[in-house]
């Protein structure tokens, strides 16, 4: 199961730090993702990260204002996201990839967890 949470109500120009923790089917021998889906919006890939950390990719939208990291001793994922536009505001859901490297499609993840709700005020 994944759990993520952090998210909330900030303002524009703000950060948050959105965290994902795994238990029991999970394995940090696979990937990592975070999605997001706005309102009335499809879903879309945020950032993934390797099964070691390292290699990670961002999505256009966030790249250069948000970092992907993990702790495998924990079993945690994180998202850090600064600089926060309202065009952010999203549910924000993590998933467990398929394989050791990552992937922009949510095809490639099995294992998602439940959202956590990012609010951007202008």
């Known amino acids: 199961q994944l759990q993520a949470s952090g998210g909330g109500l900030v303002q524009a120009g703000g950060s948050l730090r959105l965290a994902c923790t795994s238990s029991?089917?999970?394995?940090?021998?696979?990937?990592m993702g975070w999605f997001r889906q706005p309102p009335n919006k499809e879903r879309e890939f945020v950032a993934t990260?390797?099964?070691?950390?390292?290699?990670?990719s961002y999505g256009d939208s966030v790249k250069g204002r948000s970092t992907i990291s993990r702790d495998n001793t924990r079993n945690t994922v994180y998202l850090q996201m600064n600089s926060l536009k309202p065009e952010d505001t999203a549910d924000y859901y993590c998933?467990?990839?398929?394989?050791?490297?990552?992937?922009?499609?949510?095809?490639?993840?099995?294992?998602w967890g439940q959202g956590t709700l990012v609010t951007v005020s202008s």
């Open positions: 029991g089917r999970t394995s940090s021998n696979n990937a």
């Open positions: 998933a467990q990839g398929l394989r050791p490297y990552g992937s922009n499609k949510a095809s490639e993840y099995r294992y």
């Open positions: 990260i390797a099964w070691r950390g390292g290699a990670a």
